[in-house]
């Protein structure tokens, strides 16, 4: 991965609740039995179209740093590994860790 923010041990990701310890990007992403297998799986065989985007390796690692979820749930692979999706031909979208140049959004379905 490219340009992921490592943090100092003193430093806490913005909205990091001081009662709990804050985990490593490396604890986070380095989990026996990853979700993202599973959760790919389903989303393949979904009975809608689901189009995954692509993510941003620096905002993906910046959310889990954030959110200090593992890849080990859906929540956390979903997040680390896409930038959202467009379920259902864009009727819903569901926003992961997009490139900074999509300022956020998803892209608009056609």
Same mark, same amino acid.
């Given at each position: ?41 389903? !989303? &393949? =065989? ?6 995954? +985007?692509? %993510? ?7 959310? *889990? !740093? &954030? =959110? ?6 859906? +929540?956390? %692979? ?7 999706? *467009? ?24």
């Amino acid at each position: 991965m490219q340009d992921t923010p490592e943090r100092a041990p003193d430093q806490r990701p913005a909205g990091a609740c001081d009662d709990f310890p804050v985990r490593e990007l490396s604890e986070l992403t380095e989990v026996d039995e990853p979700a993202w297998p599973l959760l790919e799986g389903e !989303l &393949r =065989t979904a009975k809608v179209p689901v189009e995954v +985007l692509d %993510a941003d390796p620096g905002q993906a690692a910046a959310t *889990l !740093l &954030r =959110t200090q979820v593992t890849v080990r749930s859906y +929540l956390g %692979a979903f997040l680390f590994r896409t930038g959202g999706m *467009l379920v259902d031909d864009g009727w819903l979208r569901v926003y992961g860790s997009p490139p900074p140049t999509t300022s956020g959004a998803c892209p608009a379905s056609p």
